[in-house]
């Protein structure tokens, strides 16, 4: 996290931690420690979204490449995470001989450095300009440089869940609103699909997701000297088939007084309180269509993979 960084953390814990229910974003899961968490989280079995959307990159590379025209372009990924299923695109766009630049966006400098490193080392003439931070001040320091280059927006990996429906279609709108005629927009969506399939994804046997949202205490432990005790909370995870909501909650196992030494602060939690950490929304496509139009965007198509439980929506 950038020294810039730290004082906005603090204030969004605190303020989380004071509200009626007690919610924390989960952009926050994503320190070193939990951008690992992650990268297992992405090779469970359970979790299909990583698989699907890889085979979707792969397939939809060359129509996305024909659709730029032959123009210059910027690669713009929200959220870029360790960028493994973007490579498949840019693998593409470089031996297609694009004329692009690489600018990966994303909270963690961890994840970024990392990417850099992977990316500068496999393709050491691609133009790789990361902005780290979180979407909006990232998107209005890109905004600002006006290059003129076309513009392929990614925003994969069914980041845009993170979002409840109607925050996603007011980010959406301000991402449109940096965006200019012959542009394009790539957006992951995890579709509706069986129940189970979603939940065992959030909840797996094996825990990893339990360490990955349990980390976030962790994290306010270590960067903020809180005492959160780990084994006093447990991971809880719900879908709801009609909203489409998956959603993950950090629950006190009784009663429970944290103090948050550097800022001096204590936080009482009643017995079995849950702090709601995280929504991962699961979208039908007439609801995706909807909220093309809603955003103000004109939905181009779709692209799934063989399952049918992932698509990427390609909108102008
Ligand atoms: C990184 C937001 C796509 O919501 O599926 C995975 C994060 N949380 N397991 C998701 C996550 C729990 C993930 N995204």
């Known amino acids: 996290m950038s020294n810039l960084e730290q004082p906005i953390f603090a204030k969004e814990i605190i303020s989380g931690l004071r509200a009626r229910p007690k ?14 968490l992650f990268r297992e989280i992405m090779a469970m079995p359970e979790y299909y979204l990583t698989d699907c959307e890889r085979e979707i990159f792969q397939k939809c590379a060359p129509e996305l490449h024909a659709l730029l025209e032959g123009q210059p372009f910027d690669l713009i990924e929200l959220g870029a995470g360790d960028g493994s299923k973007t490579q498949h695109l840019i693998e593409h ?107 065992a994804a959030y909840n797996d046997q094996t825990g990893h997701t339990a360490a990955f949202n349990l980390n976030l205490l962790a994290r306010i432990n270590r960067e903020l000297g809180a005492d959160f005790d780990l084994k006093n909370w447990q991971h809880w995870e719900t879908y709801d ?54 955003s103000g965007f004109h939905f181009v198509k779709n692209f799934e993979d063989e399952k049918e439980w992932f698509l990427d929506s390609l909108w102008r």
Not at 25 to 36: N, Q
């Open 23 to 36: 919610q924390l974003s989960s952009k926050w899961f994503y320190d070193e420690r939990g951008d690992e």
């Open 93 to 199: 766009f470089i031996a297609a001989r694009a004329e692009f630049a690489y600018r990966p966006i994303d909270i963690s400098a961890h994840a970024i450095d990392i990417l850099g490193d992977l990316i500068t080392r496999r393709w050491p003439l691609l133009p790789f300009l990361p902005v780290q931070g979180d979407y909006f001040a990232a998107l209005d320091r890109i905004g600002s440089g006006r290059s003129g280059r076309r513009r392929l927006v990614l925003f994969p990996g069914a980041n845009v869940g993170n979002f409840s429906p109607e925050d996603a279609a007011v980010f959406l709108q301000r991402v449109g609103k940096f965006m200019r005629p012959g542009d394009l927009l790539l957006t992951g969506f995890d579709l509706k699909k069986s129940p189970a399939k979603v939940l």
């Open 241 to 294: 088939p009609i909203s489409g909501a998956a959603r993950s909650f950090i629950v006190a196992q009784g009663r429970q007084t944290v103090k948050i030494a550097d800022l001096e602060e204590t936080i009482e939690f009643e017995p079995f309180e849950a702090i709601g950490v995280e929504i991962s929304q699961k979208y039908s496509r007439s609801e995706i269509k909807q909220l093309a139009e809603d």
